[in-house]
């Protein structure tokens, strides 16, 4: 890849993620630092291979221009702040794939699995003898009242 082929395909990969003048300003300092770099004695190889594949590097302009774009107050009510006190973890977020996970979601993964690990548990406990089953009549019932009884209050009633 040679200078002309790596500003091409910087600017391409920059078009429409960051404003004209931005792509503009972009291709003219990286021209100026391979010229300069190539003044100061290094190759145009050598140049281009230390910064990397263009679409990369323009990736990272990207997000960092797109975290450019926020102010402080603006991360603060998106739910980030560089410090959290036990207020902030009650009221943090799950993100998968980059979607906030509602609670009740999580919960019913929570009780979905605690589930199933009771059917595996009681059918184990039928294997395992008479012993085990009696430990099943007399937890379960209870157990089971109070796990849903305390997932029911976090769900609904505890608004921290």
Request: proline share 3%; glycine share 4%.
């Amino acid at each position: 890849m040679n200078k002309y082929d790596f500003i091409t395909e910087l600017q391409k990969h920059l078009t429409g993620k960051v404003s004209p003048q931005k792509v503009q300003e972009l291709t003219r300092y990286y021209q100026d630092y391979i010229d300069t770099e190539i003044r100061k004695g290094k190759t145009e190889e050598e140049v281009l291979s230390s910064l990397g594949e263009p679409r990369l590097l323009a990736k990272s302009i990207v997000m960092a221009e797109g975290m450019d774009d926020y102010s402080e107050d603006d991360y603060r009510e998106r739910g980030y702040a560089n410090e959290m006190n036990e207020d902030d973890i009650s009221k943090a977020q799950f993100v998968f794939n980059g979607k906030v996970v509602p609670r009740w979601k999580i919960w019913a993964v929570v009780i979905a699995v605690i589930l199933v690990l009771l059917i595996i548990l009681s059918i184990v406990g039928r294997l395992l003898g008479l012993a085990f089953i009696l430990i099943f009549k007399f937890v379960l019932p209870i157990l089971i009242p109070v796990i849903i009884v305390y997932l029911i209050y976090v769900l609904f009633f505890d608004r921290r």
